[in-house]
């Protein structure tokens, strides 16, 4: 069985920092309200891992424009992806939070990275098993190109085309690190 192997090359370049990842926080907060006149209805989904700490500071930014708490939960795809059976490594399991009804809701769905599509059909998929919701918009740190499927982002805080030999990685500090969002060269070999 051959082995995919990831070399790091370089870190090339930081592309976001903490100043500018709150910059495009607020935007898109104010994005979301403008586009759905208000809050009403609004449920804000992060999709594990790094959508999750997005989502939060979504709801957390409408809460002060429009002092409306807007309810948030984290979703897990691991098992609603399809790729399961050709990774060499099974996916890390992480805990959904779903504490509110999503039938007949509009639901804000946050990730940090939007690259061939599949995690957010996953995403989507995983939704649908909680309910029907009236309408998914999505919104993304980073959407960096090269989609395999048709799924487009309504809320896009930077736009960076990448090549297929590069990596976008974001930091976000509710993880220890300090915000940032960087381009890393990668090697893929067998």
Do not use: W
Not at 60 to 70: C, M, Q, W
Not at 95 to 114: A, E
């Amino acid at each position: 069985m051959r082995r995919a192997i990831l070399i790091v090359v370089a870190m090339d370049k930081e592309l976001l920092n903490s100043n500018d990842i709150n910059r495009i926080i607020s935007r898109i907060a104010h994005e979301i309200i403008e586009r759905n006149r208000g809050c009403k209805g609004l449920c804000i989904v992060g999709i594990q891992q790094g959508g999750v700490q997005l989502a939060s500071r979504i709801a957390e930014k409408i809460r002060s424009i429009e002092n409306v708490d807007v309810p948030s939960a984290s979703l897990d795809i691991s098992f609603y992806r399809d790729d399961l059976d050709i990774r060499k490594t099974q996916p890390v399991v992480r805990k959904t939070n779903m504490p509110f009804d999503i039938n007949g809701r509009t639901i804000i769905l946050v990730d940090d990275v939007i690259y061939t599509g599949r995690t957010v059909r996953a995403a989507m998929d995983a939704l649908m098993d909680f309910g029907r919701p009236a309408q998914i918009q999505l919104v993304v740190l980073i959407d960096r190109g090269h989609r395999e499927l048709p799924i487009r982002a309504d809320y896009v805080g930077k736009n960076i085309p990448t090549s297929k030999a590069e990596d976008i990685k974001v930091l976000i500090d509710e993880h220890g690190q300090q915000d940032k969002v960087y381009i890393q060269r990668v090697q893929r070999g067998l």
